[in-house]
């Protein structure tokens, strides 16, 4: 069987006979869009997964009878593609290797693509290609780029409906900053650390003289507690910030110099000569001393660290480990500096009994020194989640005592930066932040700059309430969306350096690359009109969009001042009106923390309710052989390559079956060559069975389509739950293990179920059911009505009767394996009396109910004994009463059961012991082997 040629016949046949162009109708609608790609790069494994899931929903719902759109377009704005062909351009050796070897692309044609332009141009074509070698369902008279000249007039419209709402807005924000491109950056900028957030650190000005020393933390409610100051034994930079003189790590010094405060460089300064001094607490004016400690990061925050050892698992265990270190001697510094240092408790936690929150959590999980980072971080975070979520300050902390932590933590904070004893220090969640352009990233405090305006309590509330509306999918992540939402600050949505869209009021500003990408959705509505020339930049004037997507205006009106017909402009609104809103938004999770933010956000801000997301899947990432794939830097397996080694059908089944959809997926090509073998034994099937003639339908045919109904069923509930895994769990290898069994026994018309096996599978390997079906039919098997759950033909008898047989066979195997040279079994089925007590326990509520039933028959009676034992063994291990008739079954099956076991089938039970036919059960028949 050639997988590819059959491939290649069914994607022309597609597009010739424009299987996948919808055009309204009065059928219900599907709009199911996933995350366009951005194009640095050849497509991998990663969109591999996250566009077959789309595509597999695109067909279920298609054949499900819904108009299904399905589009797809190219992202390219943004500094990352700038960057690259720099590189190209300068034959970097490490581009030139990852592209070469990850990326395939020739050397040749590699060279050339030392322009934005050409690199645009080179992989928006690989892309098209590889989205359609795999089979894809994708309407491409909607494709475009974030490039477009009629793109960017879209967003010139979006951002001036958003500037109209008060929703940008200019002002001095914290951003993920490249010094080296002077631009902000975002994730699709970055080589490394694309999960980082910025994190605000409170500083506390602890003060010796005229210095002071900006102690960062994440905890200002503790400030009450604080026993000493941390620094490492290093060289610190004193700093004049603001007009105060800050004695910071030298890595603090260079981030400062990225704030907007005033900074100027003074002196280097040896901690050593501070180790010893006492501090000042600006809260509570003690004095504590500063003490060494090697664990002390100064690439973290100011490189000043307050000790809280009664709430900081760390503080606790560095205090005990330098009381048995010589560090303080190596300073000149008496261990007697130890003595005063004592825990100071700050907060009550509801419904614990600490009396040293952070020492009995140390004690608790075992950890004896700060060499035990794992356990130390586990303390941590323990120590902090119980504070936070249930602690109430103490009256040893002024006013604000009886404070819930969560309250306090912000009103100290402002109270400390309102009166100058604090400030605020911007920090990386995650580090390194790595641009593209090879740069260490910073956090910047930019000034003059144009941001959402994302804090919006307002917009937010509207986002939180439409987020408990619509589905999110798989359930659980509902939360992370609002935890994201809540926390969403503000973010620049400009830079001066990148290909896009011009902010349309101030012009020496690009609107940045993710926030260009919200609502493109609605633009694949009239894509298919601009690509066509039916419309033209000139056109897209604001009053367009505002008719068309908004349904403001007049339409002769607009179609005056936009120069098109008033007909057409009806009829671009009422399409509008019938494809949006957006039914389904598939996307990998590492866009739930960003993009399927700002789409919600921006959605809500700019349409009416009507035209809101109805639902977001979430799928997980996918690795190579267990290793992280990376675009940058390998491993990398590409769609391309993985279509042309495996085949479409192979490799969309693999990666729809690694796991489920929320879960990661490994590739593995062991495991692909496995499926591989699979699809070649069910066309095989196929071959020899999809064109017989079906003869008389008997008990195992009403088995089989029996069974086949159960997985109509099964497989219809898990694609409804976007479960891939589970549904291709049963509708394939399910399906092939019931078919096996059927063949095993003799079956042979199992064509009466194929045409819905086919249809069945058509979502996941649409190439290979395509050129089946036309071997009885002339129709498109894509566009067929998916197979329906009919309950009239589910035969429970059947169904039982073999299982029944099968049990039969594997007890007979199973008694076997004792038997030393056996020959014969002899099946000894159980007395009609037997079937008789099990009814009457059924039925009863008791033994003695039962027993009481059961004597009132004569012959019954009569034993007694051995009924009252027999109702014993029933209401002990409980039995399921089948109505079989077990000798028809078994007789009827007497050659198979001979083939299955190597044994001569026997009946005669005058050759079997009396004690082994009493163990004979309704539906469980004694067994005897000689």
Request: aromatic share 12%; glycine share 6%.
């Amino acid at each position: 069987m050639d997988f590819h040629g059959i491939e290649e016949k069914w994607q022309r046949a597609w597009e010739e006979g424009r299987a996948f162009q919808p055009e309204m109708s009065d059928r219900k609608k599907f709009f199911i869009t996933i995350p366009y790609p951005y194009l640095n790069g050849n497509l991998h494994a990663g969109h591999t997964r996250t566009f077959t899931i789309g595509d597999a929903v695109a067909r279920y719902k298609r054949m499900l009878g819904y108009n299904v759109l399905f589009p797809m377009g190219f992202h390219v704005t943004g500094t990352p593609i700038i960057g690259l062909a720099e590189l190209i351009a300068k034959r970097d050796e490490r581009t030139v290797e990852v592209y070469t070897k990850y990326h395939d692309v020739p050397f040749e044609e590699l060279v050339q693509l030392t322009t934005p332009e050409k690199i645009v141009e080179y992989f928006s074509r690989e892309a098209e290609k590889a989205l359609k070698i795999i089979g894809y369902s994708i309407d491409w008279r909607r494709k475009f780029t974030t490039m477009d000249e009629t793109y960017q007039k879209f967003i010139e419209w979006q951002y001036w409906k958003l500037k109209e709402k008060g929703l940008i807005v200019k002002g001095s924000h914290p951003v993920r900053y490249c010094p080296n491109d002077d631009n902000p950056v975002e994730d699709h900028d970055l080589l490394a650390g694309e999960d980082a957030t910025i994190v605000e650190f409170t500083v506390i000005k602890f003060r010796i003289d005229d210095l002071v020393l900006p102690a960062a933390t994440l905890r200002p409610e503790t400030v009450f507690g604080v026993t000493n100051l941390w620094l490492k034994p290093s060289t610190y930079a004193v700093v004049e910030v603001n007009g105060e003189k800050w004695v910071v790590s030298r890595e603090a010094y260079e981030k400062l110099r990225f704030t907007d405060k005033n900074i100027r460089f003074l002196e280097d300064l040896e901690a050593s000569r501070l180790f010893g001094k006492y501090a000042v607490n600006p809260v509570t004016g003690t004095e504590v001393p500063v003490l060494p400690a090697g664990f002390v990061d100064p690439d973290n925050a100011t490189g000043v660290v307050m000790s809280v050892p009664a709430h900081a698992p760390f503080d606790y265990v560095a205090l005990k480990d330098l009381e048995k270190s010589d560090l303080l001697e190596k300073y000149g510094i008496s261990k007697d500096i130890l003595k005063d240092i004592r825990p100071i408790v700050l907060i009550e936690i509801e419904g614990e009994d600490f009396e040293i929150p952070a020492k009995d959590v140390v004690e608790e999980l075992g950890v004896e020194s700060q060499n035990d980072v794992e356990l130390l971080e586990k303390a941590t975070k323990m120590v902090y989640k119980k504070e936070f979520h249930k602690g109430v300050m103490l009256e040893n902390t002024g006013r604000y005592a009886g404070l819930r932590v969560s309250i306090a933590k912000d009103r100290v904070h402002e109270d400390l930066v309102n009166s100058g004893n604090g400030d605020v220090f911007f920090e990386f969640s995650e580090k390194p932040v790595i641009c593209r352009c090879g740069t260490k990233c910073v956090v910047k405090v930019v000034r003059d700059q144009w941001f959402l305006n994302y804090s919006n309590p307002e917009w937010k509330e509207k986002v939180l309430e439409w987020l408990e509306e619509m589905a999110i999918i798989p359930d659980y992540y509902k939360e992370e969306f609002r935890n994201k939402i809540e926390w969403l600050k503000d973010k620049a949505c400009a830079r001066r350096k990148g290909l896009g869209t011009r902010i349309p009021w101030d012009r020496e500003w690009l609107i940045e690359s993710l926030s260009d990408s919200t609502v493109y959705m609605a633009y694949y509505i009239i894509a298919r009109y601009i690509n066509d020339g039916s419309l033209r930049a000139e056109n897209l004037i604001p009053e367009f969009f505002d008719y068309v997507f908004l349904g403001k205006g007049d339409v002769g009106e607009v179609a005056e001042k936009t120069g098109l017909d008033a007909d057409f402009l009806e009829k671009l609104r009422v399409e509008f009106n019938y494809w949006y809103p957006v039914d389904l938004r598939s996307s990998g999770k590492d866009l739930v923390a960003n993009h399927l933010l700002f789409f919600l956000f921006h959605h809500i801000a700019l349409f009416p309710k009507d035209y809101w997301p109805r639902a977001i899947a979430v799928n997980g990432f996918v690795s190579l052989e267990g290793k992280k794939m990376s675009k940058s830097k390998g491993p990398l397996l590409t769609l391309k390559r993985a279509v042309k080694e495996f085949g479409a059908d192979v490799t969309r089944l693999y990666i729809l079956h690694a796991s489920e959809y929320e879960s990661d997926a490994d590739w593995k090509r062991k495991e692909v060559e496995n499926v591989s073998t699979h699809l070649r034994r069910f066309y095989s099937l196929a071959e020899k069975y999809y064109l017989k003639e079906p003869g008389e339908i008997t008990g195992l045919d009403r088995w089989l389509v029996s069974k086949f109904q159960k997985i109509i069923r099964e497989t219809r509930e898990a694609m409804d739950a976007l479960q891939t895994r589970r549904a291709i769990n049963t509708a394939f290898f399910e399906a092939m293990n019931v078919v096996r069994w059927y063949l095993r026994r003799g079956g042979e018309n199992l064509t009466i179920i194929f045409d819905d096996w086919l249809k069945l599978l058509t979502p996941f390997i649409p190439h290979l059911c395509e050129e089946i079906w036309h071997w009885k039919h002339d129709t498109f098997i894509s566009l067929e009505s998916y197979p329906e759950y009919d309950e009239t033909r589910v035969d429970e008898e059947a169904e039982i009767a073999e299982e029944y047989l099968k049990s039969l066979i594997d007890d007979i195997n199973e008694v076997k394996k004792f038997i030393e040279n056996p020959e014969r079994v002899y099946i000894v089925f159980a007395e009609e009396w037997k079937r008789k007590a099990v009814e009457a326990a059924q039925n009863a509520g008791s033994l003695k109910d039962a027993m009481k039933e059961l004597m009132k028959d004569d012959r019954l009676r009569t034993m007694a004994r051995e009924v009252q034992a027999f109702l014993k063994r029933i209401f002990r291990e409980g039995f399921e009463l089948a109505n079989l008739d077990e000798e028809r079954i078994v007789k009827g099956a007497k050659d198979f059961i001979e083939r299955e076991t190597g044994l001569a089938v026997e009946f005669d039970i005058s050759k079997v012991p009396e004690q082994k036919r009493k163990v004979s059960m309704p539906g469980k028949p004694a067994i005897y082997i000689e």
